[in-house]
């Protein structure tokens, strides 16, 4: 049976705990006719209509070994020099990361984005979001590229923008338009920025925000400044454990489900919140449970717990620090005497962590190998193909963001930039 027929199999019999694979990291073109996002955590996760495909990668790029691709980025790098500059998130594999010339969390991107105006071409590895935020922030003669346009979220699926509207539509009934005796609003809506351009457009014209999981905490402040309450979306982990740490009552944080009436709450639970949820995910976050930090304390007495706040607010408890990326990243580079981590997040991350600090014993919460299947997508094939087709003077896969929406996504973007994460 090949990768592709268990991948099948699996979607088939809806086994989402007995079929996750690191398959995609072979060779991710073997699975972009698929229906789902391919090997790895949202392999069940059904791609919305609509959503970018990618096409046929050449034959040249899928046979090509990998000491060859590597050269072949590298010349095409050089034949580029100042007009290029990648980008390459936390969650990409090695072999993609080697060659970045900025590493970072979503936030950190977004600012280095902006910190090459004179540069061409930005080739965004990292999902289809993050390089509509580049996009969005850079000059309008920029191009911005995503090597393989089948690297979505399924996160940021959650949420679209019909449903979205709808909610708002439903809360504004309820709420009303009048701000209260301090001037603020009846509710501001926050996007995570695993979200489509739509949706920070939403969030732009009505007077809210993006975060990310580095400044939500800051830009929740921000909000609440603003707003009597916050509609928090697309994910609900992040909004419970960050406005539970600043010490909103888990009480007053009902979910939103757009496929019910007023989300599946009372009118008396809404007009009592302070934040709601929107029922959204991240399939890597959620596969880390309480009894795999019971087993890592067992094995590993005195362990180092953490983990990212995209988890269940029941591990983010029992961990001994939740925290973006970058926090996970500096926490580790910070400790001085050899240490015991255990890490809860995405798995190239926490491989890289291991290799980067040897003296460390650093592993992975989930004892099941299972990559983030839309990072994955990002392959050597995809970024030597994407960069060669630049030095013949064409451009393949650019993401443009529709100037309709550019203009109110940008103000919401502006705000999360200004919004300096704590610490």
Request: overall charge negative.
């Amino acid at each position: 049976m090949t990768a592709l027929d268990t991948v099948i199999r699996g979607i088939t019999n809806g086994a989402a705990g007995e079929v996750c694979t690191p398959d995609l990291a072979k060779g991710p073109w073997e699975f972009d006719t698929m229906p789902g996002y391919g090997p790895g955590s949202s392999m069940l996760d059904v791609i919305p209509t609509g959503s970018p495909r990618q096409g046929a990668l050449p034959a040249e790029y899928r046979d090509a070994p990998d000491a060859e691709l590597h050269e072949r980025i590298r010349a095409a790098k050089a034949a580029l020099g100042d007009r290029l500059v990648i980008l390459g998130h936390f969650y990409q594999r090695d072999e993609v990361v080697e060659h970045a010339d900025f590493l970072g969390d979503s936030f950190q991107l977004a600012n280095a984005a902006l910190t090459k105006p004179d540069t061409e071409y930005i080739v965004f590895c990292g999902v289809h979001f993050m390089a509509e935020t580049a996009d969005i922030l850079a000059r309008d003669e920029q191009r911005v590229i995503l090597p393989n346009l089948a690297a979505g979220c399924s996160m940021a699926d959650m949420a679209d923008i019909d449903s979205v509207e709808a909610a708002w539509e439903e809360l504004t009934a309820l709420y009303g338009s009048s701000p209260d005796a301090d001037g603020r609003a009846p509710v501001i809506p926050v996007t995570y920025m695993n979200s489509s351009a739509a949706l920070k457009a939403f969030c732009g014209r009505n007077g809210g925000i993006v975060c990310t999981s580095s400044n939500a905490a800051a830009v929740l402040e921000w909000a609440f400044e603003r707003g009597q309450r916050v509609l928090f979306f697309p994910d609900q982990h992040l909004g419970r454990n960050t406005a539970k740490a600043m010490g909103v009552p888990v009480s007053r944080m009902p979910m939103w489900n757009p496929r019910k009436a007023l989300g599946g709450s009372t009118a008396a639970e809404l007009l009592d919140a302070q934040v709601i949820l929107w029922h959204g995910f991240c399939s890597v976050h959620k596969r880390f449970t309480p009894q795999q930090i019971e087993a890592a304390r067992a094995s590993h007495p005195g362990v180092r717990v953490i983990v990212h706040p995209e988890c269940p607010m029941e591990v983010v408890d029992a961990a001994d620090e939740a925290g973006s990326t970058d926090h996970i990243r500096r926490a580790v580079a910070g400790a001085t005497e050899p240490s015991v981590f255990a890490i809860g997040t995405e798995i190239n991350m926490v491989n890289r962590l291991a290799a980067e600090h040897p003296q460390h014993t650093i592993f992975c919460l989930d004892p099941v190998i299972c990559p983030c299947s839309t990072m994955y997508r990002i392959h050597p094939g995809y970024l030597a193909w994407v960069l060669e087709e630049l030095v013949a003077g064409r451009i393949v896969n650019e993401i443009v963001v529709d100037a309709s929406v550019q203009a109110d996504a940008r103000v919401a973007l502006e705000r999360m930039l200004a919004a300096k994460p704590r610490g």
